[in-house]
């Protein structure tokens, strides 16, 4: 029996399909066996956050995201303890944020762009997955997300894509690949691979039930 839980760590660049594999997993695994910690909720409050001169913010950049704190709270779930996480509200003045009670579970997934980045976190995980997608593919994914869902303009979406996000992923996200386990193809259907994490963390589940 295994006593420790097992921590899946997904990462990959904006519109790369992470969070739909994530969603898929969740979907398939047994819900009281697993908690989930998404990246986005970390990330500083907008009055923290560092302005360019023009008074743009990168949250490309990993310091924009509250990476000890993430740490710290991988640590705590860990170690048998509940945490609270506000939600990130993607700084819509018109939302009220609620805070979210994550309890310790087998399986702990996380996700984000930075999870790898500092290695304190990186060596914690027992299975590091990237999700790849070509770059046309990822900004037409995040341009549709953010004009839909977000309410940016196409504009503001193209003008931060090339300013912060392309360049951020070359230099702080892509590396990551070289440090994970599994690289996942995401131009297309994520089915096969899919089914075959559900089939591997299924598996790996039964080993707290043996």
């Excluded at 309890?103 to 060596?123: D, T, Y």
């Amino acid at each position: 029996m295994r006593k420790t839980p097992f921590i899946l760590g997904i990462c990959g660049g904006s519109g790369s399909g992470k969070t739909f594999l994530l969603h898929q997993l969740i979907q398939r695994l047994p819900s009281d066996q697993v908690t989930v910690i998404s990246q986005d909720h970390y990330y500083k409050k907008l009055e923290e956050q560092h302005r360019e001169p023009d008074g743009l913010v990168n949250f490309d950049h990993p310091d924009s995201v509250r990476l000890d704190l993430l740490l710290a709270d991988i640590h705590q779930l860990i170690s048998g303890q509940p945490i609270e996480l506000e939600e990130y509200v993607f700084n819509n003045p018109h939302a009220s944020p609620s805070i979210h009670l994550l309890h310790p579970a087998p399986l702990i997934i996380v996700e984000g762009l930075f999870i790898f980045h500092k290695p304190e976190i990186a060596q914690l995980f027992d299975l590091k997955v990237f999700v790849e997608a070509d770059e046309h593919r990822r900004l037409a994914r995040r341009l549709v997300r953010d004009i839909q869902e977000r309410g940016y303009s196409m504009e503001s979406i193209l003008r931060d894509y090339e300013r912060f996000v392309a360049p951020m992923y070359q230099q702080f996200i892509a590396p990551a690949k070289d440090i994970c386990d599994l690289i996942i193809p995401n131009n297309g259907h994520l089915h096969k691979p899919v089914q075959v994490m559900v089939d591997y963390l299924t598996q790996v589940l039964k080993r707290f039930q043996a």
